[in-house]
T-cell receptor, first 114, second 110 residues
Framework: KAGVTQTPRYLIKTRGQQVTLSCSPISGHRSVSWYQQTPGQGLQFLFEYFSETQRNKGNFPGRFSGRQFSNSRSEMNVSTLELGDSALYLC?????????????FGPGTRLLVL | SQQGEEDPQALSIQEGENATMNCSYKTSINNLQWYRQNSGRGLVHLILIRSNEREKHSGRLRVTLDTSKKSSSLLITASRAADTASYFCATDVIAYKYIFGTGTRLKVLA
């Protein structure tokens, strides 16, 4: 099976702009989680989607949003970008319905906000 | 604050030696997982241990879990240069939400 893919891999934006990141999970996986990784804060949970529903979210401002499509692909959006949003954004897929809590991570999207 | 705290933050050993890293967490869990990350890339799942398990092995990896102390340890035996990476523990604080620790940076010297 193909692994988790994320696009784009690298992105440069300026403050105030918005950005949309995409994640395609492993075929058959219905859960997609998003994480932000920075040197200062480490890996922070953003949100998790399952069957197009957000089941949980982390402590991030409303500028961070996401959605999941019927084919389980997910997107996350960050509006009004700030310098502090520069980070590696990771998505992970899993199939908890099959009793598998293991998350399979994509390579990440590295976002730089100037 | 982080649910998981890894200790030590950094570890440097010679190839062939064993590497031990520890993870402490704060709340009750259903399972704890260990992941490896190579230099700014995605994370790779290593092993999952459930709250009713005390020890688990996978190849050169050995994980222990002490729920009374809310701690886990990851032992990598006979380390190789390719084991150089950051290692994270992750706990399911509530359903569908995993909290990652701060990570241990392991460097294995050839």
């Amino acid at each position: 099976k193909a692994g988790v893919t994320q696009t784009p891999r690298y992105l440069i934006k300026t403050r105030g702009q918005q950005v949309t990141l995409s994640c395609s999970p492993i075929s058959g996986h219905r859960s997609v989680s998003w994480y932000q990784q920075t040197p200062g804060q480490g890996l922070q949970f953003l949100f998790e989607y399952f069957s197009e529903t957000q089941r949980n979210k982390g402590n991030f401002p409303g500028r961070f949003s996401g959605r999941q499509f019927s084919n389980s692909r997910s997107e996350m959006n960050v509006s009004t970008l700030e310098l502090g949003d520069s980070a590696l954004y990771l998505c992970a897929s899993s199939d908890p319905g099959q009793g598998q809590e293991t998350q399979y991570f994509g390579p990440g999207t590295r976002l730089l906000v100037l | 604050s982080q649910q998981g705290e890894e200790d030590p933050q950094a570890l440097s050993i010679q190839e062939g030696e064993n590497a031990t890293m520890n993870c402490s967490y704060k709340t009750s869990i259903n399972n704890l997982q260990w992941y490896r990350q190579n230099s700014g890339r995605g994370l790779v799942h290593l092993i999952l241990i459930r709250s009713n398990e005390r020890e688990k092995h996978s190849g050169r990896l050995r994980v222990t879990l002490d729920t009374s102390k809310k701690s886990s340890s990851l032992l990598i035996t006979a380390s190789r240069a390719a084991d150089t990476a950051s290692y994270f523990c992750a706990t399911d604080v509530i359903a569908y939400k995993y909290i990652f620790g701060t990570g241990t940076r392991l460097k294995v010297l050839a």
